[in-house]
């Protein structure tokens, strides 16, 4: 199953069309997105530095800094 997933990872990042999925603005999917890369994380999934590199950049929003802190969860780097 994590073979899967990883091809899937590799399709999604090789389709990214800016800074996020559908260009320049963050959208819904790149939430979902991002809890889908701290689930791979947390399993051990090995995923492609472009969306480790969206990973990054959305927690650079500081809604997404704010949550973080305040539920106390490491950033995705520090979740492998």
């Known amino acids: 199953m994590g073979e899967t997933l990883a ?3 590799d399709w999604i990042a090789s389709r ?4 996020f999925l ?6 819904a999917a790149d939430a979902f997105l991002y809890v889908m890369l701290r ?9 492609p530095d472009t969306l480790r590199a ?3 950049r ?3 929003r500081p ?3 704010a949550v973080l802190s305040h539920e106390a969860v490491a950033p995705l780097g520090a979740a492998a």
Request: aromatic share 12%; net charge neutral.
């Open 54 to 56: 969206l990973g990054s």
């Open 58 to 60: 959305v927690e650079a």
């Open 22 to 27: 559908f260009g320049r603005r963050f959208s």
């Open 16 to 19: 990214i069309e800016g800074d």
């Open 39 to 47: 689930w791979a994380a947390m399993c051990g999934i090995a995923v």
């Open 63 to 65: 809604s997404v800094q």
């Open 7 to 9: 091809l899937r990872f």
